[in-house]
């Protein structure tokens, strides 16, 4: 079982989310980096209303609409807009730069290198285009293309901090740690407001070993930007490494309340599971896949904590969808050999240190779970044989009932195992002792 890895964030643009108060629309808000994005809404909505200027004007208020309605999670508007700003200036490098970084976000990325390489055809000196250029060969995992787009960006324009910041990003993905700090440091100097150069920053410093200067960048990141879900996320990985799990719980739990995705809610499974609370684990892995069926980490660690369980079936088939799903997953083809292995062994056993049924024809998942997990057979013939002596020792009233009370809890088991809070050996322990503690009828 493994947490999910840090979450970079690069963006072509990046944005105060300082808050301000209601304010007259003041047009200059349409392209300030300080302003909110309702402000700059409103702002570039009155300049459009107004039809004043030059068509590459009016243009350039449509495109930075766009890039503000997108940071809302408007797509859709978002790019009516930006093709809006290309029909009144189908020669706006600005809008092919926008329209790109909308196709970016949205995963499109050949799309984007399209309308990148446009903008970029059309002014050459357009610093924000090779930024957002290279934010896509980021996406492509192709480094060294994007870190020369980067450098050029930087040559251009060498005050837009994003840029150092997205050029950190890619030497953290090619293990390049310090060079990351270096240039994120750089974003930091230039920018002191800048969240994301924080977060990444902590990313990076956490490869180095130093999760305290990780979790103090985090913690700046969240104080500049509390709305972020990636910036909790990544703090809660911190806390998981130092083993502070409940403080881990907290984080995720907060990022899920921001935007529930799947990676938060299987990185709390993990933490979850790192406290050995299965249950609830699993619970968070169930609507990790909920949300996202294809996202093969849920099905590799719920995997781990149906093996902890016990439940080896369980396991071997979220471990053999988990590498349906991504046929390269080493990790998950480890477990899987490993599960398989443990349920072998298992069948090799001694009938006689079996359970008190028969395994061949265990059809429900308590009983199942209880064949897979030798010190669970142990418990289930401890209570057999208590339950069995029991009897032996009681008169007819008495026997009576215990057969019904152990028909309840085998029912009881049967019918709430694999829901959080049910332990069940626990439980089988908690039965174990009832039964030994019968006296005989007098």
């Known amino acids: 079982m493994r947490p999910i890895t840090f979450a970079l964030i690069i963006a072509a643009l990046s944005f105060s989310v300082a808050r301000a108060s209601a304010q007259a629309v003041d047009p200059a808000s349409c392209t300030a980096g300080n302003a909110t994005s309702d402000q700059r809404i409103a702002a570039c909505s009155a300049a459009i209303a107004a039809n004043r200027g030059t068509a590459q004007e009016i243009s350039s208020a449509y495109a930075e609409r766009a890039l503000a309605l997108e940071d809302k999670g408007h797509r859709d508007r978002a790019m009516s807009d930006v093709n809006e700003a290309l029909r009144v200036d189908p020669n706006s490098a600005t809008a ?13 990325l050949d799309l984007a290198l399209a309308d990148f390489n446009q903008a970029i055809r059309i002014d050459p000196t357009l610093a924000r285009a090779f930024d957002g250029r290279g934010n896509t060969f980021n996406n492509k995992r192709e480094y060294d293309r994007a870190i020369e787009d980067y450098n050029e960006a930087v040559r251009l324009n060498p005050d837009y901090a994003q840029t150092y910041s997205n050029r950190g990003a890619a030497y953290y993905f090619k293990g390049q740690y310090e060079r990351a700090i270096a240039d994120h440091d750089e974003a930091i100097r230039r920018d002191p407001n800048n969240a994301r150069a924080f977060s990444n920053r902590g990313a990076a410093l956490k490869k180095l070993g130093q999760t305290d200067r990780a979790i103090a960048d985090e913690n700046e990141a969240i104080h500049l930007a509390p709305d972020v879900p990636e910036y909790f996320d990544n703090r809660g990985l911190s806390h998981n490494h130092n083993g502070d799990y409940d403080l881990a719980i907290a984080d995720f739990s907060a990022a899920i309340r921001i935007r529930p995705e799947a990676k938060f809610l299987t990185n709390r499974g993990d933490a979850y599971q ?41 396991a071997i088939a979220d471990l053999e969808q988990a590498i349906r799903l991504n046929p390269n ?30 395994c061949a024809k265990a ?50 088991r049967d019918r709430l195992f694999g829901r959080p809070g049910y332990q069940l050996k626990a439980e089988m322990e908690k039965r174990l002792v009832q039964l030994r503690a019968i006296p005989p009828a007098r």
């Open 363 to 412: 059809s429900l998942a308590a009983e199942k779970a209880i064949c897979s997990d030798e010190e669970l057979a142990r418990f289930d013939r401890d209570i057999d044989a208590a339950y069995q002596a029991a009897l032996g020792r009681l008169d007819k009233k008495k026997a009576d009932a215990l057969r019904r009370e152990q028909k309840t809890f085998l029912a009881t």
């Open 329 to 358: 997953n080493e990790l998950a083809v480890t477990n899987l050999a490993r599960a398989k292995s443990k349920r072998d062994r298992l069948a090799l056993v001694n009938p006689r240190q079996g359970p008190s049924f028969d």
């Open 274 to 314: 790192f406290k050995k609370q299965y249950d609830h684990a699993i619970a968070d892995y169930n609507e990790a896949l909920k949300l996202d069926p294809k996202f093969g980490l849920a099905y590799n660690n719920r995997g781990a904590a149906h093996e902890a369980k016990g439940d080896l079936e369980r």
């Open 96 to 108: 092919f730069r926008v329209r790109g970084e909308l196709y970016r976000r949205a995963g499109k």
